[in-house]
């Protein structure tokens, strides 16, 4: 296939492009804005490698230009979506980026699809969502049929993004796949999400911010198995479907932070209590039978994922001091600066 994978740049998105590359013939297109969100340096790997290198182009732009995107669309007969900003506290602090991309942006993407289908050329967009827009789960598991119930501008604006394609699908016949992802977590994932938040303040001997008393649930998807399902549902998944795409590894956020100390050596006292953040889900979970039944489940425990990838941030100081940017001590401050004056010992 001819790919285009919008925010391939970023933590899931370049995952999975270099795991397609090696795992595939296919030719890639990357797009990418390279927001604070999106990293050059994580495609490095790709663009060093004489064997999938020929296969790869990087094109860096705005999926919300419909030009730009209508142009890419006369080159590929896929479309892979991670464009988004991601992190539930930017969300509630800065909601219109979020919107922009994941309204607008999604928005443009499927357009161009529909002029593909217009013309008699099929094109699958595969769009990549989150188990956060069923909201917060007191017991039992979310079915794909089930009412959206996001609670953050980010979860709001992944529902209306999934919603448009599911509105596209039915009103033009376009080729749309959803997938909705649970925690991901692994190597290149941005510094502000809580494992590497957690893994890099520890190597500094800093404190961990943990939400309340850290008992808000989630259930952990290793990157590597979350890119994977997702070349599944592109491959495998039927037109209009929506793929829940769990891991299967449920645990409080204190669990977490407590392995990340165990395995760096560090003391318990660094873990500090914080004012908890509004409208903060206490548990998402999903049920996975769907994806399942078609043959996909995923490979890696969590508690191996979860050691490989401390030692991973262990080992490359370089990448995530390069990933917080200029802008991370004041938005560090801004987020955390009040709620460490008010923490209290766990």
């Not at 510094?191 to 520890?202: D, H, M, R, S, Y």
């Not at 850290?214 to 990157?223: F, I």
């Not at 769990?246 to 165990?262: H, K, S, T």
């Not at 560090?266 to 209590?273: A, E, F, N």
Request: proline share 5%; net charge negative.
């Amino acid at each position: 296939m001819r790919l285009l994978v919008a925010g391939g740049a970023g933590f899931i998105g370049s995952t999975f492009v270099k795991r397609r590359l090696e795992s595939t013939d296919d030719s890639i297109i990357v797009l990418d804005l390279l927001t604070y969100a999106g990293n050059r340096a994580n495609l490095e790997e790709v663009e060093r490698d004489e064997l999938l290198r020929d296969r790869f182009e990087f094109v860096r732009g705005d999926i919300c230009d419909a030009d730009l995107v209508r142009s890419l669309t006369t080159r590929i007969d896929g479309i892979v979506n991670f464009a988004a900003e991601t992190h539930v506290d930017r969300s509630i602090l800065d909601p219109d980026a979020f919107l922009r991309t994941g309204v607008i942006g999604v928005n443009a993407l499927l357009d161009a699809t529909r002029a593909a289908h217009v013309d008699g050329r099929t094109i699958r967009l595969v769009q990549v969502s989150t188990d956060e827009v069923y909201g917060s789960v007191e017991s039992g598991h979310r079915t794909e049929g089930d009412p959206l119930a996001p609670r953050s501008p980010y979860a709001a604006a992944k529902a209306a993004g999934d919603l448009l394609c599911l509105a596209y699908h039915e009103t033009h016949g376009v080729d749309i796949v959803i997938t909705r992802g649970a925690n991901s977590y692994g190597p290149h994932q941005h510094p502000e999400k809580l494992i590497p938040l957690f893994v890099t303040n520890a190597l500094d001997d800093g404190p961990l911010p943990m939400y309340g008393d850290g008992d808000q649930r989630r259930d952990w998807l290793h990157v590597d198995d979350h890119a994977d399902a997702i070349a599944f549902a592109l491959d495998r998944g039927p037109a209009g479907s929506v793929l829940n795409v769990p891991g299967g590894q449920e645990r409080a956020n204190r669990e977490v932070a407590e392995a990340i100390l165990r395995r760096l050596g560090k003391p318990d006292s660094l873990l500090r209590s914080v004012p908890d953040r509004p409208g903060h889900d206490w548990r998402y979970a999903m049920d996975g039978s769907r994806l399942a039944a078609l043959g996909w489940r995923p490979r890696v425990s969590f508690d191996e994922g979860l050691a490989a990838t401390i030692d991973w941030y262990r080992d490359n100081r370089g990448w995530w001091e390069q990933a917080r940017g200029d802008e991370w001590d004041s938005w560090y401050q801004r987020q955390y600066a009040t709620r460490l004056e008010q923490s209290s010992p766990v």
